[in-house]
């Protein structure tokens, strides 16, 4: 079910502070020899060497359950007809259980939706220790004895200065004992830093401390000759996105954030737990960052000989709040015992493909057809019926004036790092404002996705219809995985798969049964659902035998996914509750700091709490929506969330 977010901002927390993460894959490695003929010279192309490569690069963006935020849903209150994707437009169309569905409200509050993240071992992440291990050599010196709070700030801001020649300057006194503990720290937290003593026109000493300088030679490094290469620890982030989080402790730790690697990408507007790996940055460097940061807590951190790769987890855990919950008991134990043993169907959730009217599937199609001008035009042009105006104005500008510079100086500040942004930035620095060239300014996942989401879309339809026509039923010719555990997703490989026939029918059922995401390196099943791929697609102009694009970038080499899915360690239970700002739940940061749920009296409303473990790829959103039985999509989210002066 797609999230309902409010407006509520964590003052410290800033969406713009890192640029989007880009990342590396191997899709498409072979080129075709295509109709459309484009150099190609990628300038987004940034990867970290340390991020592991996949064959589906976004399914790091498909784990966020995003939705519209509070604010949102009473602009589209205003707005005379709701217009946005539904999930018919998608094609979820079907369910499996036979329960009645019931009314229940998620995410009204962040911390209604905690995540942690499950290791490919199956244990379930958890920030359970808030220390860190001395760093070898040097002896450490507490920074609170040597800096004042004032001080540490001020360093903390001139670290995220662009200003090289800021500087901030350090009272100390005659005692060089003291200056050499604050030098001592300077290089111990600010290695990036440099502190020179001197004095001021009265005779006073003071440190300064500035940036060093470009090409000035820098210290040796101290990484202590045995220790493994990376730092692992266990990242808790609260209402914040994973990418601004990172690049918010990078621009602390004064480094790039692709020095970060993580098995995958977590929900914003909820409470996440997972693992996070940084090449050669002490321990003690990360956690004294507890000190300073809000929303944001490191620990559990230890030294491992490799970094994480994306998809390297076997899936997450959430704990779950549905508010204003309208439903009986019995009719909880009726959704949550056939939710625990029949499942729900795999579809792909609605925030796979936006939500404005215009899908990022169609943009996808424009991509794979060559047909750049139109993808540009696709994602610059106007939202009909938009959650938020604003965003209008300076898209309704671009249509009128198609001037990339004077629309940008009309974007609007939290869009500096969007598609958008580098879209138009492309427009104006290639020449004639090439639109394949403009295009390469997206970094390469995002591009990705939007031919993903395609591939998405296609699945989507063939699955709805392959259960109106054959039911929850194996039938010949479908598809079953060989050589693999059957309860788990697929990694970044394309897994083995093999037909079924009359010999071996009854060695399956229906949850072994993987549908194809249309690609080159795919074969698709022999039944007639195999034919619909191909009408299916060739209703959009593209040919299933050609998905091997010339422009390596837009290739699709295809995957395999299970159309049903059972969750594991399932629970339940009825909440009363009185008012809709108190926690129901408890996060792993209330454990360490031992603070309970708070009680309620005079308790009139009734919410759901749930806690359900799901593997990897697959969406929290459809699962819920099986249970409650109510379309996810944004637009009609924002018609349920009613709650009077609700601003949380």
């Given at each position: 079910?797609?999230?309902?977010?409010?407006?509520?901002?964590?003052?410290?927390?800033?969406?713009?502070?890192?640029?989007?993460?880009?990342?590396?894959?191997?899709?498409?490695?072979?080129?075709?020899?295509?109709?459309?003929?484009?150099?190609?010279?990628?300038?987004?192309?940034?990867?970290?060497?340390?991020?592991?490569?996949?064959?589906?690069?976004?399914?790091?963006?498909?784990?966020?359950?995003?939705?519209?935020?509070?604010?949102?849903?009473?602009?589209?209150?205003?707005?005379?007809?709701?217009?946005?994707?539904?999930?018919?437009?998608?094609?979820?169309?079907?369910?499996?259980?036979?329960?009645?569905?019931?009314?229940?409200?998620?995410?009204?509050?962040?911390?209604?939706?905690?995540?942690?993240?499950?290791?490919?071992?199956?244990?379930?992440?958890?920030?359970?220790?808030?220390?860190?291990?001395?760093?070898?050599?040097?002896?450490?010196?507490?920074?609170?004895?040597?800096?004042?709070?004032?001080?540490?700030?001020?360093?903390?801001?001139?670290?995220?200065?662009?200003?090289?020649?800021?500087?901030?300057?350090?009272?100390?006194?005659?005692?060089?004992?003291?200056?050499?503990?604050?030098?001592?720290?300077?290089?111990?937290?600010?290695?990036?830093?440099?502190?020179?003593?001197?004095?001021?026109?009265?005779?006073?000493?003071?440190?300064?401390?500035?940036?060093?300088?470009?090409?000035?030679?820098?210290?040796?490094?101290?990484?202590?000759?045995?220790?493994?290469?990376?730092?692992?620890?266990?990242?808790?982030?609260?209402?914040?996105?994973?990418?601004?989080?990172?690049?918010?402790?990078?621009?602390?730790?004064?480094?790039?954030?692709?020095?970060?690697?993580?098995?995958?990408?977590?929900?914003?507007?909820?409470?996440?737990?997972?693992?996070?790996?940084?090449?050669?940055?002490?321990?003690?460097?990360?956690?004294?960052?507890?000190?300073?940061?809000?929303?944001?807590?490191?620990?559990?951190?230890?030294?491992?000989?490799?970094?994480?790769?994306?998809?390297?987890?076997?899936?997450?855990?959430?704990?779950?709040?549905?508010?204003?919950?309208?439903?009986?008991?019995?009719?909880?134990?009726?959704?949550?015992?056939?939710?625990?043993?029949?499942?729900?169907?795999?579809?792909?959730?609605?925030?796979?493909?936006?939500?404005?009217?215009?899908?990022?599937?169609?943009?996808?199609?424009?991509?794979?057809?060559?047909?750049?001008?139109?993808?540009?035009?696709?994602?610059?042009?106007?939202?009909?019926?938009?959650?938020?105006?604003?965003?209008?104005?300076?898209?309704?500008?671009?249509?009128?004036?198609?001037?990339?510079?004077?629309?940008?100086?009309?974007?609007?500040?939290?869009?500096?790092?969007?598609?958008?942004?580098?879209?138009?930035?492309?427009?104006?620095?290639?020449?004639?404002?090439?639109?394949?060239?403009?295009?390469?300014?997206?970094?390469?996942?995002?591009?990705?996705?939007?031919?993903?989401?395609?591939?998405?879309?296609?699945?989507?339809?063939?699955?709805?219809?392959?259960?109106?026509?054959?039911?929850?039923?194996?039938?010949?010719?479908?598809?079953?995985?060989?050589?693999?555990?059957?309860?788990?997703?697929?990694?970044?490989?394309?897994?083995?798969?093999?037909?079924?026939?009359?010999?071996?029918?009854?060695?399956?059922?229906?949850?072994?049964?993987?549908?194809?995401?249309?690609?080159?390196?795919?074969?698709?099943?022999?039944?007639?659902?195999?034919?619909?791929?191909?009408?299916?697609?060739?209703?959009?102009?593209?040919?299933?035998?050609?998905?091997?694009?010339?422009?390596?970038?837009?290739?699709?080499?295809?995957?395999?996914?299970?159309?049903?899915?059972?969750?594991?360690?399932?629970?339940?239970?009825?909440?009363?509750?009185?008012?809709?700002?108190?926690?129901?739940?408890?996060?792993?940061?209330?454990?360490?700091?031992?603070?309970?749920?708070?009680?309620?009296?005079?308790?009139?409303?009734?919410?759901?709490?749930m806690e359900f473990s799901l593997p990897s790829s697959t969406y929290a959103t459809m699962a819920i929506r099986e249970i409650l039985k109510i379309d996810t999509s944004s637009v009609h989210q924002a018609t349920l969330n009613k709650t009077p002066g609700n601003k949380t």
């Amino acid at each position: 079910m797609a999230s309902v977010e409010s407006n509520l901002k964590r003052d410290a927390l800033d969406d713009d502070t890192a640029p989007a993460k880009r990342i590396k894959s191997d899709e498409g490695d072979d080129q075709m020899k295509a109709t459309c003929s484009t150099s190609v010279q990628d300038p987004a192309k940034d990867p970290h060497p340390n991020s592991g490569e996949s064959n589906n690069d976004d399914k790091k963006m498909e784990e966020n359950e995003g939705g519209i935020s509070m604010e949102d849903a009473e602009r589209m209150d205003d707005t005379p007809e709701l217009v946005g994707l539904k999930e018919k437009d998608v094609g979820i169309l079907e369910y499996i259980s036979k329960h009645e569905g019931f009314h229940g409200v998620l995410k009204q509050r962040y911390r209604d939706f905690l995540v942690n993240e499950i290791d490919e071992a199956g244990n379930i992440i958890r920030l359970t220790d808030l220390s860190y291990p001395a760093p070898e050599g040097e002896k450490p010196l507490d920074v609170n004895s040597v800096l004042s709070k004032e001080d540490q700030e001020q360093l903390a801001q001139l670290l995220q200065a662009d200003d090289m020649e800021a500087s901030h300057l350090i009272q100390v006194g005659d005692d060089k004992e003291e200056r050499t503990k604050v030098h001592q720290v300077i290089r111990q937290l600010y290695p990036s830093m440099e502190s020179t003593t001197s004095d001021t026109a009265d005779g006073k000493k003071v440190i300064k401390v500035m940036k060093a300088k470009p090409g000035v030679k820098r210290r040796k490094s101290r990484w202590p000759k045995g220790r493994p290469d990376f730092c692992k620890f266990v990242l808790y982030k609260e209402n914040m996105d994973l990418n601004d989080a990172l690049g918010l402790v990078a621009r602390y730790l004064h480094i790039r954030p692709h020095n970060f690697a993580m098995a995958g990408n977590k929900d914003k507007r909820a409470v996440t737990v997972q693992e996070i790996t940084s090449y050669r940055i002490d321990a003690a460097r990360i956690g004294r960052l507890n000190d300073v940061l809000r929303g944001i807590r490191m620990g559990n951190f230890r030294y491992v000989k490799k970094a994480l790769n994306l998809g390297e987890l076997s899936g997450n855990h959430f704990v779950i709040v549905l508010r204003n919950a309208q439903c009986s008991e019995q009719q909880l134990t009726e959704a949550m015992t056939s939710f625990k043993d029949v499942g729900f169907i795999n579809y792909f959730g609605m925030q796979r493909f936006g939500n404005s009217s215009i899908a990022t599937y169609m943009v996808g199609i424009a991509l794979l057809k060559c047909k750049w001008s139109e993808a540009v035009e696709l994602i610059l042009k106007p939202r009909e019926g938009g959650s938020n105006k604003e965003d209008n104005k300076w898209r309704e500008h671009w249509m009128k004036t198609k001037n990339a510079q004077s629309t940008l100086d009309k974007m609007p500040r939290h869009k500096r790092t969007s598609a958008e942004n580098q879209l138009l930035t492309g427009l104006m620095k290639v020449q004639k404002a090439d639109p394949f060239q403009a295009l390469l300014f997206i970094p390469r996942h995002v591009r990705l996705i939007y031919i993903h989401s395609f591939q998405s879309y296609i699945w989507n339809l063939v699955l709805s219809r392959r259960i109106q026509k054959y039911g929850l039923q194996p039938i010949i010719g479908d598809l079953v995985p060989t050589d693999n555990d059957p309860s788990e997703q697929q990694g970044s490989g394309v897994i083995k798969t093999a037909y079924i026939t009359e010999e071996n029918k009854s060695e399956y059922s229906i949850y072994d049964v993987v549908l194809p995401l249309p690609g080159f390196g795919i074969k698709y099943p022999t039944n007639e659902v195999g034919e619909w791929y191909k009408s299916m697609m060739a209703e959009h102009g593209i040919d299933s035998d050609k998905l091997k694009h010339h422009v390596k970038d837009y290739s699709l080499l295809g995957d395999y996914r299970k159309i049903l899915v059972k969750p594991k360690n399932v629970a339940w239970s009825i909440q009363k509750y009185s008012n809709y700002k108190l926690h129901l739940t408890q996060t792993d940061l209330d454990k360490l700091e031992g603070t309970e749920v708070p009680e309620q009296t005079d308790c009139t409303e009734q919410a759901v709490k749930m806690e359900f473990s799901l593997p990897s790829s697959t969406y929290a959103t459809m699962a819920i929506r099986e249970i409650l039985k109510i379309d996810t999509s944004s637009v009609h989210q924002a018609t349920l969330n009613k709650t009077p002066g609700n601003k949380t």
